[in-house]
């Protein structure tokens, strides 16, 4: 009794202990994000504070935590630069609707159909993206009004601080976990310049981060169609977007924990994350992989974690925002480098000659077009061209054993799956011109998968027809003699020995 209360208490302290330290990390990130999208940084901040609240009391995938983030953003910008930010409040209300109907409809185990492939180009990609992001920290505004990067001692204070996080993050677990090594950085270099008095740039010089509890707000948009037709194609995108990074950072999260979390429910908190958001005036989001890093490899496994990051987010913004302006971006910097070393995949590097050139080729295609456009493209992208090359793959191994019988006649034993991308090859393992009389092929060990298909076998029938040869077609399903026109008369079906499959045509849809 007395053991499992030490037990729950010991998680429960790993739990908010970590959520502190998400915390920190989400301020900068959710400033930067609502720059990007065009808004004030306190949309940016709510964003975060609810979809890290309600995921983590609904939907959420117990360690992983929600946010504003930069795959979304980039998609905001132009509506708030064309309509202004009280659209982009009614957009996520319809994101939030679209997204919970999805998970309603319990499409969120279609997620486990990304191949592996696709799965280490997103998280090489996300790892180059927050790596990336992290390069505006060494910049500065000079007098010209344009960034540059830093120089001299405030280029190297700046590397020194963010050198000495990540080496504290590195050796503290080696030494204790009784608090978490990002935390612990965090404190550390937060004391050293405000001690040292060190010129650095901290929070404090991004943005203003104090503010109020967040208010109920109706959006303020005309009622009418042509507000659903403004909306509508942004709302479609950011569900799409949103749903893609959430549930592809669950599967890493699961690889983690070694468990399995529920794709559905993820989609619905996702959806009713967004819909608050909405209504309250946050910029919205969906998880993030980064800040999720951050909290599992920091002992946050629970959905406690998630909700005490949030709740610690709305503290600093209720009360904390002078305490919090004086932390500097250095030690930021160095928990994101962390998190960016723990999210790429090394191994990567060592499967090259280990794998297909095929994966290495979708790995690589992934993780570029995740650096250059955004998530959802990046994954589209990987899991058509993944389909691609297992067509491919597929399309070669069909082939025939031919059998001359002793009436004359020959058979051809079909092997193989026949669908579009087999029907070429299929075509030429067949001579109508020197083939005898009478020409049975053998479906027992093949299958017709499509309509492409069907209109290979037509095709060849009347390549025989031609040569005045007869072609029979055995061991057909029903469902293919049914489609069949050129080829119909010339099927033997028999029904105790044919096989019994939906052939994917429009036909039968």
Same mark, same amino acid.
Request: a negative charge; aromatic letters at 10%.
């Given at each position: 009794?007395?053991?499992?209360?030490?037990?729950?208490?010991?998680?429960?302290?790993?739990?908010?202990?970590?959520?502190?330290?998400?915390?920190?990390?989400?301020?900068?990130?959710?400033?930067?994000?609502?720059?990007?999208?065009?808004?004030?940084?306190?949309?940016?901040?709510?964003?975060?504070?609810?979809?890290?609240?309600?995921?983590?009391?609904?939907?959420?995938?117990?360690?992983?935590?929600?946010?504003?983030?930069?795959?979304?953003?980039?998609?905001?910008?132009?509506?708030?630069?064309?309509?202004?930010?009280?659209?982009?409040?009614?957009?996520?209300?319809?994101?939030?609707?679209?997204?919970?109907?999805?998970?309603?409809?319990?499409?969120?185990?279609?997620?486990?159909?990304?191949?592996?492939?696709?799965?280490?180009?997103?998280?090489?990609?996300?790892?180059?993206?927050?790596?990336?992001?992290?390069?505006?920290?060494?910049?500065?505004?000079?007098?010209?009004?344009?960034?540059?990067?830093?120089?001299?001692?405030?280029?190297?204070?700046?590397?020194?601080?963010?050198?000495?996080?990540?080496?504290?993050?590195?050796?503290?677990?080696?030494?204790?976990?009784?608090?978490?090594? $990002?935390? @612990?950085? #965090?404190?550390?270099?937060?004391?050293? =310049?405000?001690? /040292? !008095? +060190?010129?650095?740039? %901290?929070?404090?010089?991004?943005?203003?981060?104090?503010?109020?509890?967040?208010?109920?707000?109706?959006?303020?948009?005309?009622?009418?169609?042509?507000?659903?037709?403004?909306?509508?194609?942004?709302?479609?995108?950011?569900?799409?977007?949103?749903?893609?990074?959430?549930?592809?950072?669950?599967?890493?999260?699961?690889?983690?924990?070694?468990?399995?979390?529920?794709?559905?429910?993820?989609?619905?908190?996702?959806?009713?994350?967004?819909?608050?958001?909405?209504?309250?005036?946050?910029?919205? $989001?969906? @998880?993030? #992989?980064?800040?999720?890093?951050?909290? =599992?490899?920091? /002992? !946050? +496994?629970?959905?406690? %974690?998630?909700?005490?990051?949030?709740?610690?987010?709305?503290?600093?913004?209720?009360?904390?925002?002078?305490?919090?302006?004086?932390?500097?971006?250095?030690?930021?910097?160095?928990?994101?480098?962390?998190?960016?070393?723990?999210?790429?995949?090394?191994?990567?590097?060592?499967?090259?000659?280990?794998?297909?050139?095929?994966?290495?080729?979708?790995?690589?295609?992934?993780?570029?077009?995740?650096?250059?456009?955004?998530?959802?493209?990046?994954?589209?992208?990987?899991?058509?061209?993944?389909?691609?090359?297992?067509?491919?793959?597929?399309?070669?191994?069909?082939?025939?054993?031919?059998?001359?019988?002793?009436?004359?006649?020959?058979?051809?034993?079909?092997?193989?799956?026949?669908?579009?991308?087999?029907?070429?090859?299929?075509?030429?393992?067949?001579?109508?011109?020197?083939?005898?009389?009478?020409?049975?092929?053998?479906?027992?060990?093949?299958?017709?998968?499509?309509?492409?298909?069907?209109?290979?076998?037509?095709?060849?029938?009347?390549?025989?027809?031609?040569?005045?040869?007869?072609?029979?077609?055995?061991?057909?399903?029903?469902?293919?003699?049914?489609?069949?026109?050129?080829?119909?008369?010339?099927?033997?079906?028999?029904?105790?020995?044919?096989?019994?499959?939906?052939?994917?045509?429009?036909?039968?849809?």
């Amino acid at each position: 009794m007395y053991q499992l209360y030490y037990d729950h208490a010991a998680r429960s302290k790993d739990d908010i202990l970590s959520g502190l330290t998400v915390a920190f990390a989400l301020v900068p990130e959710a400033v930067a994000f609502a720059f990007v999208a065009g808004v004030n940084p306190l949309v940016g901040l709510y964003g975060a504070f609810l979809m890290g609240i309600v995921t983590s009391l609904v939907g959420g995938r117990p360690g992983m935590i929600s946010g504003a983030t930069g795959s979304m953003a980039v998609v905001m910008v132009a509506l708030v630069s064309l309509h202004g930010v009280e659209y982009l409040f009614a957009t996520m209300v319809l994101t939030g609707l679209l997204q919970i109907a999805f998970g309603g409809a319990k499409f969120g185990k279609y997620i486990r159909m990304v191949p592996y492939p696709v799965m280490i180009g997103f998280v090489n990609g996300l790892a180059i993206v927050i790596f990336l992001a992290q390069m505006e920290q060494f910049k500065s505004i000079g007098s010209d009004g344009i960034m540059h990067w830093l120089s001299g001692s405030a280029m190297f204070i700046m590397l020194a601080l963010v050198g000495l996080t990540m080496a504290i993050m590195y050796f503290l677990p080696k030494i204790t976990r009784a608090l978490p090594a $990002g935390l @612990a950085a #965090i404190i550390t270099i937060s004391l050293i =310049v405000i001690f /040292g !008095g +060190l010129e650095t740039k %901290s929070v404090g010089d991004i943005a203003d981060i104090s503010g109020g509890f967040p208010l109920f707000h109706m959006p303020s948009v005309p009622f009418t169609l042509e507000t659903v037709w403004i909306i509508l194609p942004f709302a479609f995108i950011l569900a799409g977007v949103g749903l893609i990074e959430s549930l592809l950072t669950m599967t890493v999260v699961d690889e983690m924990t070694a468990s399995r979390g529920q794709g559905n429910r993820v989609s619905i908190g996702q959806g009713l994350g967004n819909t608050i958001n909405g209504f309250f005036g946050g910029m919205g $989001g969906c @998880a993030m #992989i980064g800040q999720t890093m951050i909290n =599992v490899s920091s /002992g !946050g +496994l629970r959905n406690l %974690s998630g909700i005490a990051a949030a709740l610690f987010l709305l503290f600093f913004i209720m009360f904390g925002s002078d305490l919090i302006a004086l932390v500097p971006v250095a030690a930021l910097v160095g928990l994101m480098f962390m998190v960016v070393i723990g999210t790429f995949e090394w191994g990567t590097f060592n499967l090259l000659n280990k794998v297909p050139k095929e994966d290495t080729f979708v790995v690589i295609l992934v993780a570029t077009v995740t650096v250059f456009t955004d998530l959802a493209t990046a994954v589209i992208i990987g899991v058509i061209a993944s389909a691609l090359v297992f067509s491919w793959k597929q399309a070669r191994h069909i082939y025939t054993i031919r059998e001359d019988q002793a009436d004359g006649s020959r058979i051809y034993r079909l092997h193989g799956p026949l669908f579009f991308a087999s029907t070429h090859r299929f075509s030429t393992l067949f001579d109508p011109s020197n083939d005898p009389d009478t020409v049975f092929i053998d479906f027992a060990m093949s299958r017709v998968a499509d309509h492409s298909a069907i209109d290979a076998l037509d095709h060849l029938a009347e390549r025989y027809k031609k040569e005045g040869k007869k072609l029979h077609l055995t061991h057909l399903s029903p469902e293919c003699h049914s489609l069949l026109t050129t080829a119909a008369d010339l099927v033997e079906i028999n029904m105790s020995e044919d096989p019994n499959y939906h052939v994917a045509d429009n036909k039968l849809a």
